[in-house]
């Protein structure tokens, strides 16, 4: 269904932009729908698919969507305002507010919006702790396993790593500051102001709201299940909106009703290291470039729902994409639909056509040399900070990145040696392996580099060596005991409400579970040679302690 509120695109790039959600365009299956603002007014909105499968109902430019991590850029904006107003510093520790979290070096509002905290994140410390994706996961929650954590992923202030944590502090900080909740306060000073009546933080999961899609997955060639993020947090997750209310947020950035044209640019500049180095996140979006035009962007996916929001300051032109199933992938789609409006633009050619036959670097035919290049970059990687592991994988022509912990994610070509992510701003720059050196995969999220990885190969051990590791082992992190235990040839890890799961030895004291969990496990050693604990780390949360009993 179609909304046109004073169009500015003509029929043919209207035709060009149905037919990339063609596949989407019925009653039978989910869908999403598009937005897209010229100069702060929405000049095209549809609406594709179903937003309830069981009653039929369609999705419009009103459908109200779970839009996940585009949430953090509302949270990080309600946060410069209140700190315009003086409640606080964004240079103030957050522990100041906070103080039952563990003492250490200042953690500030700023460390946190730009991602330098450090912090382990949220949802990786849950699944550690023995929350599974249907258990439903509260902000007490949160907060309770923070207060727990004795270390930090690296130093604050050091490095970029995208973590959700710090934004639940935020919110919580909020509320213990003002004594108004982080929906409250983006009510009074966001939504209301702006006119967004459909918009809301949902910090209650039982909540009815109106004209809401609910999202969707299904496995290859099956039917369709729900798929509902079990969440009651909010500020890194979350807010509820729809297309048209996107109209008026982004017109508040070309003419400010909130804040005013200082805090614009303020939200558009990029945050910085401790050091003065700067970075490619802002307040709660990436900023970047596509085919050389700058650009403001973010990703957002819970569970079956996935959204896109894409910026182009300079053209006055955004695009966003909310949908009910994540396998519609709507960061591509938002870059294919300003590749229509924006054609005579760009100073780079097209991105990869997702939809054209044998687009990858191998395809069927291709040369040997092109063989050998694709049989360099697979196998299996460790990154060298997390410890955690990613196969990266051949499948008939097409490049795949298939981590430890679930997914699989088909890599584009963008340059020589270079491979990114359809739907993220992210890359994958692979380096040839020499005589003195393993292959090598550099991971790049917001221009910066968050994971350092070294092709590695299985270590086998003998059944007989495998008793040694066998044992209980104590988090008071994560207020939890794993078990390894020996089954067969195998050294299996028994986690309470989880799958057993065969770990794979990479070196002598190193392993890792590959079966959907995605655990780096190694191995502690006390002074006369014997296992006496185990440190264990997940994509974002490292080095978590565990003592044997």
Known sequence: MTSEPGAVMDAVQREQIDGLFSAWDHAEGPGGAVGIYREGELIHARGYGAANLESAVPIT?????????????????????????????????IRRYLPELPKGPPITFRHIIHHTSGLRDQWDLLRLAGWRAADLKTTGDILWLATRQQALNFPTGTRYQYINTGYTLMAIAVERITGRSLQAQAEAHLFAPLGMQHTCFQDDHQKLVRNRALAYSREAGGPWKLNLPAYETIGPTGLLSTVEDFARWERNFLSPTVGDADFIRQLSRPGTFDDGRPLGYGFGLILGQYRGLPVAE??????????????????????????????LRPGPLTRRIADILLADHFKEAPSVDLHAPSWAGRAAGASDAAADAFEAMTGLYRDTWSGTTLGVEDRGGRLFLVPSTGGTYELLPAGPGCWRFPDVEAQCQFTPAREDAPARMQVTHAGQTTALCERVEVAPKRPESLAEYAGTYRSDDLGVHYTLAVSGASLVLRREKFAEARVQFTSEDDGATRSGDGLHLRFVRDSRGHISGLLVSAERAWNIHFVRA
């Open 61 to 93: 430019p009103a459908t109200v969507f779970h839009v996940a991590s585009l949430s953090k850029q509302f949270t990080a904006v309600l946060v410069g305002l209140l700190a315009r107003e003086g409640h606080f510093s964004l240079d103030d520790d």
């Open 298 to 327: 973010h990703a957002g996916g819970d569970a079956g729902f996935a959204s896109y929001f894409l910026r182009f300051p300079e053209q006055r032109l955004a695009v966003a994409i909310f949908c009910n199933a994540a396998e």
